[in-house]
């Protein structure tokens, strides 16, 4: 075991800006605004397993299936798009149609691809060629503590942003979510394209 306090650092420094749990508020608060229950129990451990499981074996089931990461960015980065719509003009595209599943909202889009995504995938990857994986795991394990906090006192974020507040703020945040969306889907389509030319 080579635990090691500046790997621990700097790994969960960056799952921390991917991830970027503060900045997705406004897309929670969005959600439970339409009358979708977030359970931020059941979406830090649905979470956390992603994450350790793609750390272990992710590049392996890219392998197998013939995938590479750019193809999940693509389709995460069509996802925040809708997202974002969705923030913007106040229409429901994601229609929850497993009315069975009380865990559907969160799982699908709070899971992934908000929390463990992409961005995550990328980093998880990319880290574990240069850091020990005991150190990547404390750090995975800190960031979906903030998660599950953040998750969890949602409802006295919302009570201190009022109605007005909220929604100046999930029109704002749609926006760059937008943003972000579309330099996501423009850099790995680049990415895609050349590996689908090179293949």
């Not at 890219?62 to 995938?67: A, E, I, R, V």
């Amino acid at each position: 075991m080579h635990i090691n306090i500046i790997e621990i650092v700097s790994s969960f420094l960056v799952l921390f800006a991917i991830i970027d749990v503060t900045g997705a508020v406004p897309v929670f608060l969005n959600l439970r605004s339409q009358g979708k229950t977030i359970h931020p129990e059941k979406a830090a451990i649905y979470s956390l397993a992603i994450l350790i499981g793609f750390l272990f074996v992710g590049e392996w089931i890219l392998k197998l299936f013939q995938l590479d990461i750019s193809s999940f960015a693509v389709a995460g980065a069509v996802v925040l798009l809708i997202l974002s719509i969705e923030m913007i003009f106040g229409v429901e595209i994601f229609k929850d149609d497993t009315t069975n599943m009380e865990d559907s909202s969160t799982i699908f889009p709070v899971v992934f691809p908000l929390i463990a995504g992409p961005g995550s995938f990328t980093t998880l990857l990319s880290m574990r060629a240069e850091y020990h994986t005991v150190n990547i795991i404390i750090a995975v394990l800190v960031n979906i503590g903030i998660v599950y906090l953040v998750l969890r006192f949602l409802d006295p974020v919302k009570k201190l942003l009022g109605e007005s507040g909220s929604y100046i703020l999930r029109k704002f945040f749609g926006v760059i979510l937008m943003a972000i969306s579309v330099k996501l889907l423009t850099s790995n389509m680049s990415a895609l394209i050349a590996s689908v030319n090179a293949g």
